[in-house]
């Protein structure tokens, strides 16, 4: 165990297929309406194929995902963790594709570290943190560029440097905390169960107490 989480990997997960599936259309949707926005609204030339191909592989997996199991599955540590590394790794083929951290929309590195951290045990969360870390770093490297209208915008590096500095700073506050907050969460709560079942436990005994005085008698 570590401090409040269990450390298994059986069955009885702390999340519901269903909360990362709808947490993963959402995301679906929102790519695919800021993609058609750039591309159709304001004209930019994007990828729109290979962006619209790794939009459709996330949304199949969701449909893969809902006629495999049912609603209410509760997914392991390890399957949790499998999930949330590929939205990382599908947020960082978009934005490899779409500028790189230059892009606004590379503060959603953010998401999936959260919700790892507010659910899974320290050691996946480590984990998730780790291929954040090293999405974030490579197409801070390695992107295609935005298609300005005009000409390429290129910032500079000392600036580039500052993006990446704080997505990292975020990504790494940011699920400490929310562990944090939820491992308190899971000893209080871990503590009032074990109180309830103390204080009934005292109870059925001074039940029986009263019972054999009352047979005495």
Known sequence: ?????PAGTGTGGRVRLRTLSNLRWMAVAGQSAALFLVYF???????ILYCAIAIAVSAMLN??????????????????TFYLAFDVLQLAALLYLTG????????????P??????????????????????????IAVVHRPLPWPDATLQLPQLYQAGIWTALVIGIGFTSVYAWRIASESA???????????????????????????????
């Open 1 to 5: 165990m570590v401090r409040g989480f």
């Open 41 to 47: 609204a304001l004209g930019y030339s994007l990828p």
């Open 63 to 80: 449909v893969a995902l809902a006629l495999r199991y049912p609603p209410a599955h509760r997914l392991t540590n390890r399957e949790a």
């Open 100 to 111: 790189g951290i230059a892009n606004p929309f590379s503060l959603m590195f953010v998401a």
């Open 113 to 138: 570290v959260v919700i790892a951290a507010s659910t899974l045990n320290l050691g996946n969360v480590l984990i998730l943190a780790g291929i954040a870390f090293t999405s974030v770093s490579l």
């Open 187 to 217: 000893r209080m709560s871990a503590g009032l169960a074990a109180t309830q079942l103390a204080l009934a436990r005292e109870h059925r005994l001074a039940a029986l107490g009263a019972l054999a005085v009352a047979w005495r008698r």
